[in-house]
């Protein structure tokens, strides 16, 4: 899969950069996030940006994902296209994840309250 | 409404109406603009050089011209809706028999007379062009031909009311016989594109479909269950522009084919796994492939779960999407939106609509379910237990495991309910549970339907009075309010004006044409039924009428028929409830008093019979075959030449219909009281003036009570009588084979092999089927009663000017059975909706 992953204010945004996310596409995902977790970082934002279609396989890929973070983590989904919205919404995902508009959106709902630190060692661009 | 009607195609005189008011239609495409529309789409569209076009050339590029114009008035429609925020009607329906489309949008647009001076031009014979086109036979019967009239209403009343359904591939098979057996081939209508078809690809729906639950939690801790591991398909619609008579309005029909997620899995294609691509689209494909015939639904069939499913998402979520484009919250939803379920087939759109609300837009289940019921009416079309589907839970959990979910929920709330206001009668929550307990749990897709929905009706008044008292009378009970009854009709405009043309023109050079849209002007005929002129009139129309099906009769069943007989036609699908078996001893009756005894009827007659049987149904085609070998017997017997023939008309579909029933005499509507909901046959050879002998079941009833006794041959148990005698398990046939020597003759007679020759004990079932099956559609018990029916309607036939002013006063008197009627009674009683008039600055207003 093709992906591009940075860290944002100790929020790690991962933009999927194919525009069919599917079973045939998913290897890689989860390898490419591992570096990242085991650095502790709690809160994920996924760029669906560039994503026109996914199936139920791209979707469980992301509950797994969600389901690795540490007990207080986030994920925050942003910029999903109206039928990938649809399909988040079918699934009920929008209920777990948090649906935002733009990647800004995301990173201030993920933003942890004032003064409070999730842990995570500096980050930097990945 | 100003109008134009066509003129006789066989007659060549002109309309009368021809110097009315122009329709819009023909003012913006009228004369030589037409033509040139014509010839461009000849040469452009289908790339055809030659001066003297061939039929199915000419057919095509008319069409493509008659379905600009159709766009730009549904294009005009559509503004018009909007600019009135007008409440709107979805009929979701699994069927809708729509027949051949050019002729009737011809009337309807008023261009009728003009396009076919301008074939004749080419040298074309205007019929030949018109058969060119292929039947969309996208339903079984009687459900799916009155929906296909219902659009017609609906577009020519104004009101904003559109079709949903599925584009099949393969629409009800052909009829071939061999032998005398049915034998079915497949008709794949769609093997040439259709004209009428406006493919919509931007506004594809996914389905989501299989999978699993998985019982979850959301961000605050509550349950949340998600839909995971689904597959997905892809619903293409397609709009078919439904015009309205006039042309003023043009609704749609929307038909989804099914697609793969992607036209190649270009994933799996990149992988090189080629052929699995293909299987995949392949499978996907198959949902949209073919019409299931109604015997092979019950089996638990997959696909066609599949199939209702899959048509219902696409439809819920299109309507939701039209109805969000001008609202953002669904408080007004039940206000801007109805929704008829066209029998239980798309009752999972209850569920759907609540996964929808709840789900994807977050209504509390609540606010969602108030909606829901307010949202939905509910039409049933059958009393008969084996046809209220029932689906396996195991099945729906595999399929729509959230739909599943959803419907347990509804009605576990339900029970809860009824638990509470009952609690003396806890057997009723087992009655009306939605779901059957049992060795294989099932849900009542009648149940979910009417649990979901804040209307259910009856399609006649003995049928809609027979669910409050019989099948569904818990739940009349629970809501009494909830019932109602819409007896069904069928429109004027293709049954009588496109078929019928030469009756069409008698009556409106009588009483003008304003029966056309408003079909009780008929009633200024009855006084013309007691003129000789005029009943002298009518009975050269029929004449000429009975002349075009004895020319049809020989071309597909090989068997010449003298047009001045009595035309005795039974022309529906062959179902044992429906008694074409009945109607089958009665000429064996007649034929064996013709032969053996000598006694001659008094009136010669031909028995006419069309209709398919379902593939699987083993009696309907044995009695095919009964009726073909009862037919060759008779009709090679010299002793019969001019007083007695039998036919059996193959492939019967809308345009056969449209070319039988104009030349029946008798119309045979003889089912076991009781079991027919409604039909609509007995209306369309009525209104054609056939007389009908008939039971009294159905909507016969309140046909008798239109035309009155003297007009119509009533016989037979009712089904007070028949249920007394069910109930005290009395009947017993064999007796009636023991007391009277006509039975009894007539059933030897068919056991002898002297029908079946060649095929020794062929047709001995008939015999052991009645006497030891126990007869259950009594046709024994009304056997005596129909022969004497038959009497009287041959006496009466004998004096023809007498039968002329029966067959004059059904004219007449059946106005009420118009869906005009029908439709106008659902808008205002179920529905809430009102036609819309366009003012003369532009703007809509209620018409």
């Known amino acids: ?126 | 409404m100003s109008a134009r009607r066509p003129s006789d195609p066989q007659s060549g005189a002109p309309s009368s109406a021809q110097s009315s008011a122009q329709s819009g239609a023909q003012s913006s495409a009228g004369g030589s603009e037409l033509e040139r529309a014509v010839r461009r789409h000849l040469r452009y569209s289908l790339g055809q050089d030659s001066q003297v076009p061939q039929p199915e050339h000419l057919y095509r590029a008319l069409a493509l011209t008659v379905r600009e114009l159709a766009i730009e008035r549904l294009l005009q429609t559509e503004r018009r809706l909007t600019a009135a925020g007008a409440k709107q009607v979805y009929y979701l329906s699994l069927e809708f028999l729509i027949g051949r489309s050019l002729a009737n949008n011809l009337i309807n647009l008023g261009l009728y007379d003009e396009v076919r001076a301008l074939v004749a031009s080419c040298g074309l014979a205007f019929d030949d062009v018109l058969e060119a086109e292929h039947d969309a036979a996208l339903g079984n019967g009687g459900l799916g031909r009155l929906a296909a009239c219902f659009l017609d209403s609906l577009a020519t009343l104004g009101l904003p009311g559109f079709g949903y359904g599925i584009n099949y591939d393969y629409g009800l098979f052909k009829q071939e016989l061999d032998n005398g057996y049915q034998r079915e081939r497949p008709d794949h209508w769609l093997r040439q594109w259709s004209p009428w078809q406006i493919e919509r690809s931007d506004e594809l729906c996914l389905v989501p479909v299989y999978g699993r639950i998985d019982h979850g939690r959301d961000r605050d801790g509550r349950y949340n269950p998600m839909w995971l591991d689904w597959q997905v398909l892809v619903g293409l619609p397609f709009d078919m522009p439904v015009i309205g008579y006039g042309g003023h309005t043009v609704n749609y029909l929307r038909l989804y084919s099914a697609r793969a997620s992607d036209e190649f899995d270009m994933q799996i294609f990149s992988q090189g796994d080629y052929l699995r691509a293909v299987e995949e689209k392949i499978r996907s494909e198959t949902i949209s492939k073919v019409l299931y015939p109604p015997d092979t639904v019950q089996a638990g069939k997959e696909l066609r779960l599949l199939q209702e499913y899959f048509f219902v998402f696409c439809a819920l979520h299109d309507i939701v999407r039209r109805f969000q484009r001008h609202h953002a919250s669904f408080e007004r939803f039940p206000e801007q939106v109805a929704i008829q379920l066209n029998d239980t087939h798309p009752a999972l759109a209850i569920a759907e609509l609540m996964r929808l609300l709840i789900d994807e837009h977050d209504l509390e289940w609540d606010a969602a379910w108030k909606i829901t019921q307010r949202t939905f009416g509910y039409t049933n079309h059958t009393l008969l237990p084996e046809a209220l589907e029932q689906w396996p839970v195991t099945l729906l959990e595999r399929l729509v495991p959230r739909h599943l979910q959803i419907a347990y929920e509804i009605n576990r709330r339900f029970l809860a309910r009824v638990a509470e206001l009952w609690p003396e009668d806890p057997g009723l929550q087992r009655r009306v549970s939605l779901v059957h307990e049992g060795d294989e749990k099932r849900l009542r897709m009648a149940h979910l339907a009417l649990v979901g929905s804040h209307s259910v009706n009856g399609v006649a008044r003995l049928h809609s009075e027979l669910l409050r008292t019989t099948v569904l009378a818990d739940f009349h009970r629970i809501w009494p309010e909830r019932f109602n009854n819409k007896t069904n009709g069928v429109t004027p405009r293709r049954w009588l004006l496109l078929a019928n043309p030469q009756l069409a023109t008698l009556i409106t050079d009588a009483i003008g044409d304003g029966w056309i849209t408003d079909l009780d002007a008929l009633r200024q005929l009855e006084p013309l039924a007691a003129q000789s002129a005029f009943r002298q009139a009518f009975l050269a129309v029929k004449q000429h009428n009975k002349q075009r099906l004895a020319a049809t009769i020989a071309e597909t069943a090989w068997v010449k028929v003298d047009p001045r007989s009595m035309f005795d036609i039974q022309a529906k699908r062959i179902h044992e409830y429906k008694r074409q078996l009945l109607n089958l001893l009665h000429i064996v009756y007649r034929y064996l008093r013709l032969v053996d005894d000598g006694d001659a009827p008094t009136v010669p007659r031909t028995h006419i019979f069309a209709g398919k049987a379902a593939p699987g149904y083993w009696a309907a085609k044995q009695v095919i075959k009964c009726i073909n070998n009862v037919a060759r017997q008779v009709n090679k017997d010299p002793r019969t030449r001019g007083l007695l023939r039998v036919v059996f008309v193959p492939d019967y579909r809308v345009s056969l219909a449209e070319r039988i029933i104009p030349g029946a005499d008798l119309s045979e509507q003889i089912s076991t009281a009781g079991t027919e909901a409604s039909g609509t046959g007995n209306m369309k050879f009525g209104i054609n003036g056939a007389l009908t002998i008939g039971t009294l079941d159905g909507a016969n009833i309140e046909m008798l009570e239109e035309v009155g006794r003297d007009n119509i041959f009533i016989f037979g148990q009712t089904t007070a009588e028949l249920a007394a005698l069910r109930r005290d398990h009395s009947y017993q046939p064999r007796r009636y084979y023991e007391r009277d020597d006509r039975i009894r003759r007539v059933l030897d007679a068919l056991a002898s092999d002297r029908f079946s020759p060649d095929e020794p004990g062929l047709l001995r079932w008939v015999r052991d089927a009645l006497l030891d099956g126990g007869d259950p559609y009594f046709l024994l018990a009304d056997f005596a009663a129909y022969v004497e029916a038959q009497e009287r309607a041959e006496r009466h036939f004998a004096t023809p000017e007498r039968w002329a002013e029966g067959a004059i006063l059904n004219v007449a008197r059946l106005g009420k059975f118009s869906s005009d009627r029908t439709v106008l009674e659902y808008a205002r009683e179920i529905w809430g909706v009102e036609a819309l008039e366009q003012t003369e600055d532009g703007s809509p207003q209620p018409r």
């Open chain 1, 1 to 126: 899969m093709n992906l591009e992953c940075r860290v944002v204010s100790d929020v790690l945004v991962v933009t999927l950069l194919d525009g069919r996310v599917d079973s045939g596409n998913l290897a890689g995902f989860r390898d490419a996030l591992d570096p990242y977790l085991a650095r502790g970082l709690a809160r994920v934002a996924i760029d669906l940006s560039q994503v026109e279609f996914i199936d139920s396989s791209g979707l469980g890929a992301l509950i797994a994902l969600f389901k690795r973070l540490p007990e207080h983590g986030t994920l925050a989904i942003c910029n999903a296209q109206d039928r990938v919205l649809k399909l988040l919404k079918l699934t009920r995902l929008n209920k777990v994840f948090t649906l935002c508009a733009t990647l800004e959106q995301a990173l201030a709902q993920l933003a942890p309250p004032a003064g409070a630190s999730n842990g995570a060692p500096p980050a930097g661009q990945s």
